[in-house]
């Protein structure tokens, strides 16, 4: 009795299972449209080079895995088709008699291999491993395909001079084994596909990681900071875009350079015949006539608005000039407070206003003592401008880690939400219209809080009444006890 057990180990190598990698008629096929058009639309670059690369693997994977499967399949079968030749061969050498003639029913097993043996011209074999099959003697040499009893077989046929020998195998058993041998050899793949999906999410991150720290640089650009982005270590393929960032960067600094100029310079040459007007409509107050003492006063409160505005300017482009370190010295925040609630005290007083320090923590800033001092005036003069008469306007002046926080509460109308970061822009005014401003207060604010790393920002008030909070953050160089 010759079996075949076993023959699945034999053969095992690479392949793909016949039920992964067929698709049957009329079967639905999963639709990754939506999925790729949605990642390529709103996803990230990192995001779309990960499912790019993955959708190369998996068809990468599946190319390889069918591949591997036909070859297994057809190794497999042609190393089967082999052992029945040499099993034929061998018996047709004189084999063949170890062949029982009647051998006992139930011996031979599904996966044995079936052997008949005819002599001469007899109609029936004179030696058979399985007497229910029955093998057709008149098949051609070589390989045939043959049904006996209920199972189709793979036999191989050899014609001596007085014998016919036919060795013949169940092609259900073949077929288990080529599938037994490709389901083995599967499982490198499976474990590959998720290892290289990881690997191609590290190597993508490492990517783009260069891209992000790019992205950090250029976030940090601002008016007081256009600095180009170094191109060491830059890929090849992020240096065209680099080089077009530092000529933009370039670009905007020449622009934002005119235009402080252009203030300073307009500011400078218009200051010295504003106060000239100044001076003549003073010296002019006592010779108006009584009838015309009202459009005197007008013209003398538009003097006065040009005057606060050439100023303004002036703040402001010393705001965008970059400190120098000699004007660096240590300014104690509660004297520059002081000084400054003691300016603004008759213009509050002038309208009934409240206007008072409520907390004030020791603190000491590295920073050019005008700039701290022009901080604080803008913020004060700001909450005075827009409180009614008989409001409150606090300050608060705040110790946290290490920075210091000047804190400017009025009772004022507020500013809604979504226009709070807008009044940080120049000549921006939210307002009503008829209270008068240059707009450009809050500008000078941040721009001067920007040289030194500080802050600031606008919120509306927490206790639930109308008005604003405006802070002003800079870092703390000591604490004074």
Request: net charge neutral; proline share 5%; charged share 25%.
């Amino acid at each position: 009795m010759i079996t075949d057990e076993g023959a699945s180990a034999v053969f095992a190598c690479t392949g793909w299972s016949a039920a992964m990698g067929r698709l049957h008629v009329g079967e639905a096929k999963p639709d990754f449209r939506p999925i790729r058009n949605h990642m390529f639309k709103h996803g990230s670059l990192g995001t779309r080079l990960v499912f790019a690369l993955t959708m190369v693997v998996v068809a990468v994977g599946v190319i390889h895995a069918a591949g591997s499967y036909a070859l297994a399949s057809g190794s497999t079968r042609a190393l089967l088709d082999t052992r029945l030749s040499d099993v034929a061969i061998r018996f047709s050498a004189g084999l063949a008699d170890i062949i029982l003639p009647t051998p006992a029913p139930g011996v031979q097993r599904p996966q044995d291999l079936e052997i008949q043996v005819w002599t001469g011209g007899e109609v029936n074999p004179s030696r058979v491993t399985d007497p229910a099959i029955r093998f057709n003697r008149e098949a051609p040499p070589g390989f045939s395909e043959q049904r006996a009893g209920d199972d189709v077989w793979r036999v191989f046929t050899i014609h001596g001079p007085n014998r016919i020998i036919e060795v013949g195998q169940r092609m259900q058993i073949r077929d288990a084994v080529v599938r037994d041998a490709a389901l083995t050899t599967l499982w490198p793949t499976i474990l590959l596909m998720p290892l290289m999906w990881i690997a191609v999410i590290v190597v993508v991150r490492m990517t783009v990681r260069q891209v992000d720290r790019l992205a950090d640089k250029v976030k940090a650009l601002d008016v007081n900071r256009l600095e180009t982005l170094s191109t060491c270590d830059v890929p090849a393929d992020l240096l065209p875009f680099v080089e077009s960032i530092n000529a933009l960067v370039a670009r905007l600094g020449q622009m934002i350079q005119s235009e402080k100029t252009f203030i300073a310079d307009a500011a400078h040459e218009l200051r010295s015949p504003i106060t000239a007007l100044q001076l003549q409509a003073e010296n002019l107050r006592h010779s108006i006539y009584p009838e015309n003492i009202e459009r005197f006063e007008e013209l003398r409160g538009g003097i006065i608005r040009s005057a606060y505005l050439v100023q303004q300017m002036l703040h402001l482009a010393r705001a965008d000039t970059r400190v120098e370190a000699r004007q660096l010295e240590d300014v104690d925040v509660r004297e520059v407070v002081t000084e400054v609630v003691a300016d603004h005290l008759p213009i509050a007083m002038a309208r009934n206003i409240d206007l008072g320090v409520e907390q004030i923590d020791p603190a000491v800033v590295r920073a050019a003592r005008t700039d701290v001092k022009i901080v604080v005036k803008n913020l004060v003069e700001n909450a005075l401008r827009y409180s009614a008469v008989g409001s409150v306007v606090d300050l608060r002046v705040k110790v946290s880690g290490d920075r210091v926080c000047i804190e400017v509460t009025d009772e004022g109308p507020g500013i809604a939400p979504e226009l709070q970061e807008r009044v940080f822009e120049r000549f921006v005014r939210v307002g009503s219209a008829e209270i008068e401003g240059t707009g450009l207060g809050l500008a000078i604010v941040r721009a001067t809080l920007a040289k030194y790393g500080g802050h600031a920002r606008v919120g509306s008030r927490s206790d639930g009444r109308s008005g604003l909070v405006a802070r002003a953050e800079l870092p703390l160089a000591r604490a004074t006890l």
